[in-house]
């Protein structure tokens, strides 16, 4: 049971942090930062509840506020450089986030990271990580997130985002503000993955710079495409088939380093089988379209 | 039809471009080009490749910044405003470009839909919480760009995405974007280049008809001598950067 639970919420995890960088995606850049603000609010939560005493749910929206700022200040850029050097600048970007937290041995504990993270409490209410009702509240705020990407993406503020990103020239001759909704979707997706990190920091009630690599934002990147990058349900599925891949491989009996190293050949094989003969992903099949078009 | 909002523009707009000078290294692109523009009413501006036609359209529209000179609207000065801001503003400023600029994910119907002021007015929060029932407007605004689409002769491709289109269906797709929003001013960058003859003089009886109904000027430019001669109420040639008036009707 404890073993179902822990890939239910990791898959959730992974599904908040693959919907906010479809949100990222979606504005026109391709971003690396993922597990970098997946840091931010593990690190908000865990420093926040036990060395500041702040409450979980408060430590869970001063991680977002944070990771909202951070995602401004990592897009600000954006205009300067072109796309391929933009995802390098996402690269360096978390991995700097990563690097300040294993080296500030006074704040961060450095690499040993910290233990004893307090349960996760929302208006009085304990929700102790490891349960059914921490997982059911991971995918209850992955089913919110989802509502609100699909209301959003489906708006003329939605549409608006397209036409900057499919062409900024003739976006601002019809008057659309193409910088601010740049910082706005940016924020929001930095947010969501800000508070996949807090939720994370609960359910491991451990925190360390280790798991923060840039794999983990290839990992959220991989689950974006497997799903196709234009689909909310094909983003849950590809997050599902990520965030399971792992434990299942373990369950079965491979060792972790194996288990790891296999996880990778498989999704980097059924990433590059994919791109060729289903750009639109997993999500395109029940959308009838081959093409990537967006949802 | 939809009334393009106004802040700085109420009623006639004047447009005066006065002295603009651009250089694209050394190559003179604008040598100190002035004009004066009185809406409603067609303007042609015609002249060989290079001489400074779409540099001048896009100076006017905030693209490109000139090296000198100055655009006022109605003695605004808004040389310094971005394209953006022109376009939000309620300068009432439309624009078409020779190589058409669509939005490659969008079917046609979202292309034009894209340039409605309604679409443009709603704020991510209102889309998100629901606080504008959207849903009826966007009925609405779908109605207002499937006409729209008709009266451009593009009726039966809605659904279809510009890479499905030819070259003239997506110039008069993007004329349809540009004129649902009823702009005071309408720059359009060879509207008549590759559609077909007989969709042609359709063209310019729209775009005659959107000139009068509308209270708009339409500039124009355009390699079809005999056609922008023909509907023009005032004609202008440009020559390696300097402009001359040919014509006043």
Known sequence: MGFFIHVTVSCGLMAMLSLGLMLIVRSGVYSVASAGFYLVGAYCTALGTLKLGLSPGFALVLGAVLGAILGIFCIAPAYRVREDRLLILTLGFAESLRLVCANSRSVTNGAMGLSGIPHFSLLGVNIKPGTIAFAGFVWLIVGIICLLLIRLVKSPWGLRIDAARDDRVAATSLGIQVARPLYIVHAAGASLAAVAGSLYAHHMAFVSPAPFTVVLSVFALCALLLGGRGSVKGVILGAILIGAGLPLLQLVGTPEYSASAIRQIVFGVALAVLTIWLPGGIGGIWRGAKSDRWE | ?249
């Open chain 2, 1 to 249: 039809m939809i009334g393009g909002s106004s802040r700085i523009v109420s009623n006639l707009v004047q447009v005066r471009v006065s002295r603009i000078c651009k250089h694209f290294g050394g190559v003179v692109a604008l040598d100190n080009a002035s004009f004066e523009l009185f809406a409603p009413g067609i303007f042609g501006f015609v002249g060989e490749n290079g001489s400074g036609k779409t540099t001048l359209f896009d100076i006017v529209c905030g693209l490109v910044r000139p090296d000198s000179g100055s655009v006022l609207v109605n003695k605004h000065d808004i040389t310094t405003w971005s394209a953006t801001r022109r376009g939000k503003f309620g300068l009432g400023f439309g624009r078409s470009f020779q190589h058409p600029r669509l939005f490659a994910s969008m079917t046609a119907l979202e292309n034009v839909l894209v340039g409605y002021p309604f679409s443009k007015g709603t704020s991510w929060d209102e889309a998100i919480l629901g606080r504008v029932k959207y849903g009826e407007q966007l009925s609405s605004a779908r109605d207002v760009a499937r006409q729209q689409l008709d009266l451009l002769g593009l009726g039966d491709n809605e659904r279809s995405y510009p890479a499905e289109m030819s070259f003239g269906q997506r110039k008069r797709l993007e004329i349809a974007r540009v004129l649902l929003e009823q702009p005071r001013f309408v720059w359009l960058d060879e509207p008549f280049s590759g559609v077909e003859q007989g969709l042609v003089t359709r063209l310019a009886e729209l775009l005659t008809h959107f000139s009068e109904s509308a209270s708009s000027g339409v500039c124009i430019i355009d390699h079809r001598m005999e056609v922008v001669r023909d509907i023009s109420t005032r004609l202008f040639q440009l020559h390696n950067g300097k402009i001359v008036e040919l014509a006043q009707s």
